[in-house]
């Protein structure tokens, strides 16, 4: 796993450029500091050290957007999902006047075809490419942010790379993590992939227009994510025929009220 083998270190690129060109230095860990020799007294102690430097970086981003009272989500899923479509379609349904308040960070391990959907949409967004690297951390985030001239009190979404495993352990200094499940993976996913559904406040339920045409069984679904997480909260949407989508942006302004 990525917290004791550090992949991907020092291969971030954020709009093209690699993150490792400033100035200041970083303590990270190298890259590929692990072995499969190593013992596992020693990998635990590289994972900790690992996260313990995310969560230093993770509370300087939660401390600089809560100065601007920015309300920052974390959207977390397997590839695929429909975060990115998500997005979009959340973006076009806010009035004009609440566009200018949102800004979007991607995630992928490489291209910035997200982020171009996103400008489509006329909202900033930064594309950051973590390349072998199989989820954004809060260093990451921290330099994205300062690409991104966040107004006070806007929304920032955050498009974690594609992966139910590796992004749950990584805090980015988020308000809430949101947890996309399409209907076509199966009902099976929160208990197989305990730690993101856990992590999660909200689990958003996508592509719900399929579901005459699967055996997805829904309330199964549920029933599991709140076995592992008796306080996630659930929304049934579909970014393709618009079902659900009021309830998930009431949730947005209430979440966004309560910053
Ligand atoms: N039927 C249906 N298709 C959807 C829905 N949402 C997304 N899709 C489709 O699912 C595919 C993947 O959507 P994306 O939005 O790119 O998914 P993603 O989670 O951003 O993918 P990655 O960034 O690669 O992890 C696309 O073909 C979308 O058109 C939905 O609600 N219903
Ligand atoms: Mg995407
Ligand atoms: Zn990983
Ligand atoms: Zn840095």
Known sequence: MCTTCGCGQGETKIDGQAVHDHAHAHAYVPAHSHAPGVPASRRVRIEQDILAKNDAYARENRAFLAGRRVFALNLVSSPGSGKTTLLVKTIEALKDKDKAAVAVIEGDQQTSQDAERIRATGVMAVQI??????????????????????????????????????????????????????????????????????????????????????????????????????????????AKSGEGMGDWLAWLEKGAAAQ
């Not at 208990?191 to 996508?206: E, G, V």
């Not at 997480?229 to 929304?235: A, D, F, G, R, S």
Request: with cysteine; glycine share 6%.
């Open 129 to 238: 490419n973590t390349g072998k690297g199989c989820h954004l951390d809060a260093h990451m985030v921290g330099h994205a942010i300062n690409e991104l001239n966040l107004p006070e009190r806007s929304l920032l979404m955050i498009e974690n790379v594609g992966n139910l495993v590796c992004p749950a352990a990584f805090d980015l200094g988020e308000a809430h993590k949101v947890v996309v499940l399409s209907v076509t993976e199966g009902e099976d996913k929160p208990i197989k992939y305990p730690d993101m559904f856990r992590a999660a406040r909200l689990m958003l339920l996508n592509k719900c227009d399929l579901l005459p045409y699967l055996d997805f069984d829904v309330d199964q679904a549920i029933a599991y994510a709140r076995r592992v997480n008796p306080q996630i909260e659930v929304l049934r949407v579909s």
